[in-house]
C-alpha cells in the first residue's frame, strides 16, 4: 500500500541553525499539506500545496519558515533561523483530491524536531 | 473562526467493551466534514471515519460509530469490542466545504486499552 514518505524521522538542532524536512505524497497525489503538531496538541495547518501552487499559508510564519513543491511533486519545508519553540511534530499528508467531497488525507509518519 | 473541542484527554476501557469519544465543535457554517482520525504511537495518523454535515445518518464503519448531533454541535466516537490494537490518541477533526481541505484539529484523546 502505498505511503506518505518523510525523512528524516528525527532532527536534532540548536537554535538559530537551519532545518530542513522532505516529504513524498503518494504517488498521483496532487494536494500536499504540511502540519505542525506540538505535544499534546493537535496538527495545525502550515502549508498547503496544489500541485506546485500555494493554496493556504496564512499560518505559515514566513519570516522564518519557507516551503516549496518546485515540481508539484515532493516537498520541502525549511526553518531558518530555527527557535526553541519550533520543536514540534512536522506532519505531510497528501490527497487525490477528485472533489472536496471525496478527499481523504493521507498522513506521514512525520518529522520530529528538537530544538535545544 | 472554526474551533473543535475534546474535553476528555485520556479515557480507558476494558478490552472487548464499549468506549465513547467526545467531541464538541463551533462553526457558523451550514456545510461540513467531521472525522476522527487515529494515531498510534510512533505510527502515522490514519482515518478512522467521516461525517457529511448535510447526512443525518451516523456513519458506521465495523467496530467503529459516530452519534452525530449537529443542532448541538456534537461528534462522538463510539468503539465497540474494544481491542488492544485501538490504544492510540484520537483526534476528531472540521473541515470546511469551501475548496480548500484543511482540517482543524481537537486537542487530541489518548485511549488506554486494558486487556
Known amino acids: ?3 506518505v514518505a518523510q525523512s528524516p524521522r528525527y532532527k536534532i538542532t540548536e537554535k538559530s541553525q537551519a532545518v530542513a524536512f522532505w516529504c513524498d505524497p503518494i504517488s498521483g497525489h ?3 499539506y504540511w502540519y505542525r503538531q506540538i505535544l499534546g496538541q493537535g496538527p495545525e495547518l502550515l502549508v498547503q500545496f496544489q500541485d506546485e501552487s500555494v493554496v493556504d ?3 505559515l510564519p514566513k519570516d522564518r519558515f519557507s516551503a516549496e513543491r518546485l515540481k508539484g511533486v515532493d ?3 525549511k526553518i531558518q533561523p530555527a527557535e526553541l519553540g519550533d520543536s514540534a511534530m512536522y506532519l505531510c499528508a497528501s490527497s487525490l483530491r477528485r472533489t472536496i467531497k471525496q478527499e481523504t488525507q493521507y498522513f506521514g509518519p512525520g518529522t520530529r524536531l528538537l530544538v535545544l | 473562526a472554526q474551533t473543535v473541542t475534546q474535553s476528555q484527554p485520556e479515557m480507558s476501557v476494558q478490552e472487548a467493551e464499549t468506549v465513547t ?5 463551533d462553526t457558523s457554517e451550514s456545510d461540513y466534514y467531521l472525522f476522527w482520525y487515529k494515531q498510534p504511537p510512533s505510527r502515522q495518523m490514519i482515518l478512522v471515519i467521516r461525517q457529511e454535515a448535510y447526512k443525518q445518518q451516523n456513519a458506521t464503519e465495523n467496530r467503529f460509530s459516530v452519534n452525530f448531533q449537529k443542532a448541538a454541535k456534537s461528534f462522538s466516537l463510539k468503539i465497540s469490542d474494544s ?3 485501538d490504544a492510540a490518541m484520537y483526534f476528531c477533526a472540521y473541515r470546511s466545504s469551501s475548496n480548500t481541505g484543511k482540517l482543524i ?6 485511549l488506554q486499552v486494558k486487556p
Open chain 1, 1 to 3: 500500500e502505498a505511503e
Open chain 1, 30 to 32: 496532487a494536494t500536499l
Open chain 1, 57 to 59: 499559508d496564512s499560518q
Open chain 1, 75 to 77: 516537498s520541502t519545508l
Open chain 2, 21 to 25: 469519544l467526545s467531541c464538541t465543535y
Open chain 2, 83 to 85: 481491542q488492544l490494537g
Open chain 2, 105 to 110: 484539529f481537537g486537542q487530541g484523546t489518548t
